[in-house]
């Protein structure tokens, strides 16, 4: 069992920025990928960023130039930097880790982009 717990949402201005973490409960070489997902209200859940364990990483269009996965291998944290925010951003947002077998998700921090 992997617990994935988030941290840095909050308020901020368009154009501003903020840095998600992600911290995990055990060693993050054990997920074959981690990533960042967000819910919007009324709408589906989406993918924003993924990184697997081979090295690959993918955005979504909306947010590629400006979001920025990366992880701290000996923090077991997984990080999302996000830039030049738009109000469009705005969501509840998701740490995920795989496995072969399971699907792990945190509790999710808010972000909202304001003025």
């Keep these: 069992q992997v617990q994935l717990v988030e941290s840095g949402g909050g308020l901020v201005q368009p154009g501003g920025s903020l840095r998600l973490s992600c911290t995990t409960s055990g060693s993050i070489f054990s997920l074959n990928a981690v990533g960042w997902y967000r819910q919007a209200p009324r709408k589906e859940r989406e993918l924003v960023a993924v990184h697997t364990r081979g090295g690959s990483t993918q955005y979504a269009d909306s947010v590629k130039g400006r979001f920025t996965i ?46």
Aim: charged content about 15%; glycine content about 6%; overall charge negative.
């Design 70 to 115: 990366s992880i701290s291998y000996a923090k077991n944290t997984l990080y999302l930097q996000m830039d030049s925010l738009r109000p469009e951003d705005t969501a509840l947002y998701y740490c995920n880790g795989q496995t072969q077998f399971d699907n792990y998700w945190g509790q999710g921090t808010q972000v909202t982009v304001s003025s």
